[in-house]
Structures are given as C-alpha cells and as structure tokens.
C-alpha cells in the first residue's frame, strides 16, 4: 500500500448516495466551505443507469452495485434475501426503481412524537418542496424549481387502467397523487425521471456542483476508517486504489453511506457495541449498542399472474419488431416502456377498518419473471405485490470482520413480530380481492403463484414465508432520538461524539410508510441546513462540542 500526501477540509462526506449528493451541493453553494465528498463506486456513466428500465439490468451488475445478501432469515424459512445497494455516484438513486413516494405526513408527526424536535411533518415539508421539480406544478404541498425532477408516467396502460378500475369496484378511491393530501386509493406513481431519463442525485445535484472550485469528488475510494482524537472526529482514512490517504475535516465528517455502510463504518471505527467490536479486536471508542440496531425493511410478497392478452412487457421483450419500436419511440420521443421505473401503478389500501391511515402498498408491474432481476417469462405476464407499510419487525448490521472492505452481516429479521404476519397476510387477501373484480379479471388467465388453493391465513403466511422478499428500503440503524440506545440526536449529530454526523436513510427513527429515496433526499436537505447553520453559528476554529 502506498501512502499520501494530507489534505484538509472544512466537510467530508463519505458517500455520494442519495443524501450525500444533496450534502455536496448545499454545502458547497456558497463557496465558503471546503468539501471533500468520498464515493465507492464510479462515475454514472454507465448508459443503462439513465434509461429508467434499465433498472432491472442494475440489480446483478457488480460495477455499480454492493450486491449485499441477508443472513438466513428465521421467518423466512432461513432464506437469504438479496439487497442490492447503489455504490456508484448518485448510490441507490441512481438504480432504484425511481417512484417518488414520501410515505404518509403522520410518519414525520409520529417521529417527532418520539421526542424529534424539528422532524413532524410541518416541519419537513418546506425540504421536500424545496429539494422538488413538480412536473404538474407548484401547490402547498409540491414545489418547482428544485433540483429533483418529478414526473408523470408517459402513457396510461391498459392493465394499469384495469388495476385502477378494479380497486375502484372494490370500494377504494382513486388517487392521482400519494404525495398529496392523501395516501389511500389507487393509481399510477409519479417518478424521479425527466424528459424519460433517470433523475438521481448525482444528476440532479451533484452534475450543478461539481465545477465548483470548493468541491472535491473523489470516485473509487472507500472509507476506511472515521479518524478521531478523543471522541471528536477530526478525518477520514480511504483507500483509492493501491493507495490509502488521510483527508482532515476541520468542521465536520458526516456519514452518508447508508443503512448498511454508515453502522458499519462507524463500528469498525471503534464506535458501536462492545462487544462486538472486541469480538473483532478493535478498540472501543465508545460503547454504542443502536449502532446497527433497528434495522427495518418493506418486505414486500409478489403474486404472479398469466395474462389473457400479449400486452406486458414481456411481449415486447420477446418480439424483435417491438423491441425495435419501442427502442425507437424512446429515442425519438423518450415514451413507451423504456420510460418506466419499478412500479407503473399501484396504491395504498387499509387492511381493517382499525388501521388510521393505508397500511398496505401495492406495486402493479405489467411484466413478470421468477424474481427481482430474473429473465422475463416467455408468455404474457403481471406480478402485483403487497407490502406492510409499518412493520415491527427490527434487524441489524454487524460487522463480520475488522476488515472495512468485507461485506457486514445484515439480518432484517423480516415477519419476527405477530402483528407484521398478521398484515401481510391481511394485505395478500386485500390484494386478491382487488384482481377478482370485473375490470381485472378479463386480463386473467390464471393466478401463477402462489396457486389458487393457498386460501387459508396459515397457507398464504407459509407463502410469504417462502416467497417475500425486500422492496429495497433498509433503515433506521443510526436511528435519530433521545434514549439511550439512539444513535444520532435531531440534528444528526452522533451522540457522544464531535464533529460526527449521520446524514442518510439510516437514521430514521421508523421506515416510512412508502418507498425511501424521497425521505433520504429531504434528510439530505435538513441536515445540511442544520450544518451551515451550526458552521453559521460557531467561528472555524470552533468545534462542535460532543452531543449528549
Ligand atoms: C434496487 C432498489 C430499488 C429501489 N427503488 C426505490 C424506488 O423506486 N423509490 C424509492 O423512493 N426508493 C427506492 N429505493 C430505496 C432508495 O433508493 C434508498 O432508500 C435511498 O437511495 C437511500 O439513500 P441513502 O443516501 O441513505 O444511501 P445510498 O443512496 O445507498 O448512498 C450511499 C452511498 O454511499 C457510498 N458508500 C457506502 N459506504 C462507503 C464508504 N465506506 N466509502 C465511500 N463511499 C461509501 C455508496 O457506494 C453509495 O453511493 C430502492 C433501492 C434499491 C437498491
């Protein structure tokens, strides 16, 4: 290994993923601030990144994704579950399936019920509509101009249409926007998308800043190891190659390398629990056992089915000449199936008149294969799965080994608590209801998986035992609050530490109640604010002293 040269900033930022490209950019727009942002993976140059279906092409592929894997999950007959994460420029914004959903503003109010001063829903919002390019729209709740491009779907589809109309005739509204004044109901989802291209973070923030003078970007280079004197951080050790170098912060680190990367970064940095970190020989800086803690995911479970008219993408997969059209609707009009992300339609459902607000997502997809990534079937196909919105199930990251560069142990622990069993099963009846209404059921051929047989509650949880799988939204392992085992105060400062903060989805105190990308990037643009007003407040020289 070769060593170089010191450099200092004010900031580093060890991860340009969804909130850390937001990071780069707000805390460079003055130009006051020196910024080092450090990131993994490459470039995002890779062509199928910006074409929104490339998304299924990005699950497997190894230059731009960790491709981290579950230990065996207990409830889940002791399968392993993939979890792809982004480790490219943009992180996870730039492979994921690109819906833009905020989950529900009581998730915010029930986060600052938990004692989060600064995080209800009023509190949020000006940053989700600040970071927000609304296609249709300024109003209260959307904002334009931001540097996030929100955008409608190209083009309604007959199945689509057809699963709208259904949840309809069984008794659920329709919604043109579950961003909007309310969740429930069905229809189609917004994207992260413009002009039929991908909008990730690196596109939408990081391709502003990078010209700046006062940001440095650094690709390929994996943080190693948060360097501290005492319980203050004052730098990041990386490795770039066959080099390791040392950067100083002169204000801050902040850790925005996602659920899985920032516990594990932290732990082999001495700070986390005890035990585990002596189990690895590593010294302990400070004994933290929420550091990997509370671990949540969607798990979502998929139901397949073989469809009576060749209109799914699997079709057009198949057939040359369709493949040829649709390429070339796309390049001349940037519409058609190239333009869609994970989910073209779905909704947001209560299982039992108890539940307050929609405990069930749906995702209606109009292709089918075996699993997330898998080769497309060779007939007409649709998948719609069901996800619990609030499970209480809880898991962890733990480090493997002292080793930064070796995958940790992550285990969701995915259907542990009997209420999580319980509203899956409530949500796959819920979802069945919805397919045999009149609108659905002529685009039906046959229901594929599970089969028709599994009726029972017993036979549909041995399903999602032997089925779910994640719909990719791990949090809360650096989780933000005020009792002894929460990693991070309100404002994202480690607790115990200076000069520290976790700025990602993993310091959600709760997953919220809808896919993750939109709630990292506002965490992105309150904790930078919450920076720059601090480095406002405190002189240079000044450190932040240690939170409580
Ligand atoms: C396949 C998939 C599909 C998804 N679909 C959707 C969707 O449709 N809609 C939605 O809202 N959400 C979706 N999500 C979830 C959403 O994208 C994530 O919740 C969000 O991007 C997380 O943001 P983050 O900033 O916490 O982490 P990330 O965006 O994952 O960023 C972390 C970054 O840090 C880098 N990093 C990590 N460790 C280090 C280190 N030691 N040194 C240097 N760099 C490091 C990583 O390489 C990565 O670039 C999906 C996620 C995936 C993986």
Avoid at 23 to 40: K, P, Q
Avoid at 231 to 258: F, K
Avoid at 381 to 392: D, H, N, Y
Wanted: net charge neutral; hydrophobic share 40%; charged share 20%.
């Amino acid at each position: 290994m070769n060593a170089a040269p010191i450099e200092t900033f004010d900031y580093i930022i060890v991860g340009a993923g969804s909130a850390g490209c937001v990071l780069a950019n707000r805390l460079t727009a003055s130009g006051r601030h020196r910024v080092l942002l450090l990131e993994a993976g490459g470039h995002d140059r890779y062509l199928w990144i910006h074409i929104p279906l490339g998304y299924g092409k990005l699950f497997v592929d190894q230059r731009v994704n960790w491709l981290y894997a579950s230990e065996p999950e207990p409830e889940l007959n002791n399968r392993s579950v993939i979890q792809p994460r982004g480790k490219v420029l943009g992180g996870s914004s730039s492979i994921n399936g690109l819906l833009y959903l905020r989950g529900q503003p009581e998730d915010y109010d029930h986060w600052r019920q938990l004692g989060n001063t600064g995080w209800s829903f009023d509190d949020v919002l000006p940053y989700f509509r600040r970071a927000e390019h609304q296609e249709r729209g300024e109003d209260a709740l959307h904002g334009v101009g931001g540097p996030l491009a929100v955008s409608n779907v190209c083009e309604p589809h007959p199945l689509c249409e057809a699963f709208i109309e259904s949840a309809q005739q069984a008794g659920f509204p329709r919604n043109d926007d579950f961003n909007g004044p309310t969740q429930e109901g069905a229809g189609y989802f917004q994207l992260t998308a413009k002009n039929g291209r991908r909008w990730s973070t690196a596109v939408g923030y990081l391709r502003q800043a990078r010209r700046r003078p006062n940001l440095a970007i650094a690709t390929d280079a994996l943080a190693t190891r948060i360097l501290l004197s005492g319980r203050r951080a004052v730098g990041i050790e990386y490795r770039q190659g066959d080099t390791t170098r040392t950067a100083q912060a002169s204000r801050e680190v902040i850790l925005s390398g996602g659920a899985f990367n920032s516990p594990q970064l932290l732990q082999v940095s001495g700070i986390g629990p005890a035990p585990l970190l002596q189990q690895h020989g590593i010294e302990v800086i400070a004994d933290m056992p929420g550091v990997g803690a509370d671990l949540q995911d969607h798990l979502q479970v998929r139901i397949q089915y073989r469809c009576t008219e060749p209109i799914t993408m699997n079709d057009v997969i198949r057939s040359w000449r369709h493949r040829m059209s649709a390429g070339l609707r796309y390049m001349l009009f940037r519409k058609g199936l190239l333009a869609i992300g994970a989910g073209y339609a779905g909704g947001f459902f209560r299982t039992s008149p108890a539940a307050a607000t929609p405990d069930v997502q749906v995702h209606f997809i109009i292709f089918s294969g075996d699993s997330s990534g898998a080769a497309l079937h060779p007939f007409p196909g649709f998948i719609a799965s069901v996800c619990q919105l609030r499970p209480e199930s809880r898991g962890f990251v733990h480090i493997k080994s002292a080793d930064p560069a070796a995958a940790p142990a992550i285990q969701l622990r995915y259907l542990s608590s009997q209420f999580d069993r319980d509203v899956t099963v409530a949500g796959l009846k819920l979802l069945r209801r919805i397919m045999a209404q009149p609108a659905m059921r002529r685009f039906i051929a046959e229901e594929r998986v599970p089969d028709p047989q599994v009726e029972s509650d017993a036979d549909l949880l041995a399903f999602a035992r032997s089925a779910g799988t994640t719909v990719f939204h791990p949090t809360s392992t650096c989780r933000m609050g005020n009792d002894d085992t929460a990693v991070v105060d309100e404002r994202l400062r480690v607790r115990g530490i200076g000069n520290l903060r976790v700025v990602d989805a993993s310091i959600m105190p709760t997953v919220v109640s809808g896919n993750t990308n939109a709630a990292a990037v506002m965490i992105g643009e309150k904790g930078a604010d919450m920076i720059l007003h601090d480095a406002a407040a405190a002189p240079a020289s000044m450190r932040l002293e240690p939170a409580g």
